[in-house]
């Protein structure tokens, strides 16, 4: 028989409910920072997007930026859906994730095409 060291801890592994929670714990944070962006670009009128340390890719306003705002409803609402959700899975996680789906691209393509409009078709206030 091996005889156990005290140097020997147990190794804890994490409930699937820790990891549930941190993740809507991370996504109502996300969700709440990203309202808080668009509540200030909509007050400004401009939604700066960095490009690295202290420098700026280009500034959306007008247009672009309705179209970004967009985007960024879309990203708070899969980010709540994922704390309603709740904790392990229910009997309505297909709806849940064929909700999910479909905002997500809906965001992606106002993304894209708040970009687009921005800067190849120099659509402008």
């Avoid at 920072?33 to 420098?55: D, I, N, Q």
């Avoid at 930026?65 to 899969?78: D, E, N």
């Avoid at 229910?90 to 921005?118: K, M, Q, T």
Wanted: hydrophobic share 55%; glycine share 10%.
């Amino acid at each position: 028989m091996a005889k156990k060291s005290a140097r020997e801890k147990p190794v804890q592994q994490a409930s699937d409910l820790d990891v549930d929670g941190d993740r809507r714990a991370f996504s109502t944070r996300l969700a709440l920072y990203l309202a808080g962006v668009a509540a200030v670009a909509t007050f400004t009128g401009a939604l700066p997007l960095p490009a690295g340390r202290f420098r700026t890719l280009a500034v959306l306003n007008g247009g672009p930026l309705l179209l970004m705002l967009g985007a960024l409803v879309c990203a708070v609402l899969v980010l709540v859906s994922v704390v309603v959700q709740g904790p392990g899975r229910r009997s309505d996680a297909v709806e849940y994730d064929a909700f999910r789906w479909l905002i997500v691209r809906l965001g992606l393509a106002l993304a894209a095409s708040s970009l687009l409009a921005h800067l190849y078709l120099g659509v402008r206030g």
